[in-house]
Structure formats: C-alpha cells, structure tokens
C-alpha cells in the first residue's frame, strides 16, 4: 500500500509556542490530506480537511486560527498548532486519499505525532 | 444516537479462536466501509476495504457488509497474539477526498 510519513514522530514544547507536524504522501500524489486528532482509548476525530492548493475545511468545533493547515502541494500537508496549551496534547494523525476510480477512497495513514505541551 | 457505533471491549481471547468484531451505522447513504488495525501509539493501518453490500477475505480476515440492517463485521480466524490491537471501523458515503466516519475502536487482546 501507499506509504505515508509524519515528522517528527513525538514533541515536548512549552505552553504558548507554536508547533508544526508535516505529513508527506512518499509514493503517489494526495489530491487530499485529513487531519485527525486521537485522545487515549478514543477513535479518531477529524479536525480538517485539505485539498491541494485551497484553504482547508475545519469540522465544527475546530479553531482554523489555532490549527493552521496547509496543503502546498500534493505530496505535503502541515498542521501547526499555535500558543499551544497543556489541553492540546494528543496524537495527531494525518492521512492522504489520491483521487483515482469509482472504488477508490482508501485512506492511508501516517504513524502519528505524539504532541505533549508543558 | 451516533453515526457509527461500535463496542471498545475489551474483548480477550484464547489463541486460535475466532473473533468477530462489529459495528452498527445509522446513515444509510454510507457506501464504503472499512476495518482499520492500530497498535498503541501507531497510526491506523488499512486491513479490509469494501465497497457496498458483501463479503470480502483475505488470509484469516473476512469482512461482511449488510446495508439491509446496517451492519458490518469483521471475522478473524485462527486468531494470533499478534493480533492485539485496537481495530477500529470507518465508513462514508463518497469517493477518494471524503472524509471517513470512525467508530471508538474494540480492543482485542489474544492470550497465548
């Protein structure tokens, strides 16, 4: 299957600074990246999502003004959270889809982005 | 009532035993359905994809798909250790950029 990477895989910072994950589709071009957010022993829960070259679509609830995405090209999107605070520590998940085929909305998912905020 | 339910368990069982893994939906426009495997603190992997109404294996997984009732499960046979994780369902209605609907998650724990 299409292999997806994020970076960094963990990271510890201080309340009020900003942190930026990316998520890199490594094989095929994501026409669309979904972001995803996972407390412990819960599902995901989508934050965004983004397509290429246009401004993201925020699920309800989501700050687009704390959570910025962006989406440059088709193989990068990045997330960046900004005056992170202790409530935003999570696992965040991104995950492409490439638009090809009637049948074709597997998504593939990154490792995860273990964020901690002191 | 949520648009996806689904038991989180825990459910534990012994090794070589058949597991059966389901979940319940309420959007009928759902069409794609899928069963997705995460180890603690990995991302999810993809395990089985269908499309609509059916069955579909591979190896010791078979996922089966009832729109009529709005159900769909996953089998596991000959169930290894190895197959402790959390194995979480997702569905939704449209083609490639949809977003996916997930379910909590069961955990799956198979004793040696």
């Known amino acids: 299957g299409a292999v997806v990477s994020q970076h960094p895989s963990w990271v510890i910072c201080k309340s009020g600074t900003s942190v930026k994950i990316e998520c890199r589709s490594l094989?095929?071009?994501?026409?669309?990246m979904f972001w995803y957010r996972q407390f412990p022993k819960q599902s995901l829960m989508l934050m965004a999502t983004s397509n290429e070259g246009s401004k993201a679509t925020y699920e309800q609830g989501v700050e687009k003004d704390k959570f910025l995405i962006n989406h440059a090209s088709l193989t990068l999107s990045t997330l960046t959270v900004t005056s992170a605070h202790p409530e935003d520590s999570s696992f965040y998940i991104c995950?492409?889809?490439?638009?090809?085929?009637?049948?074709?909305?597997?998504?593939?998912f990154g490792p995860g982005t273990r964020l901690t905020v002191l | 009532q949520k648009e996806v339910e689904q038991d989180p368990g825990p459910l534990s069982v012994p090794e070589g035993a058949i597991v059966s893994l389901n979940c319940t939906y309420s959007?009928?426009?759902?069409?794609?359905f899928m069963w997705y495997r995460q180890y603690s603190r990995k991302g999810p992997e993809l395990l089985m994809y269908t499309y609509s109404s059916g069955n579909k294996e591979d190896g010791r997984f078979t996922a089966q798909v009832d729109k009529s009732s709005k159900y769909i499960s996953l089998f596991i046979r000959d169930s290894q250790p190895s197959d402790s994780a959390t194995y979480l369902c997702a569905m939704s209605a449209g083609q490639a950029g949809t977003a996916l609907i997930f379910g909590k998650g069961t955990t799956l724990s198979v004793s040696s």
């Open positions: 959007n009928s426009a759902f069409q794609y």
């Open positions: 094989d095929f071009q994501a026409t669309t």
């Open positions: 995950s492409a889809s490439e638009a090809s085929g009637i049948e074709s909305n597997e998504q593939f």
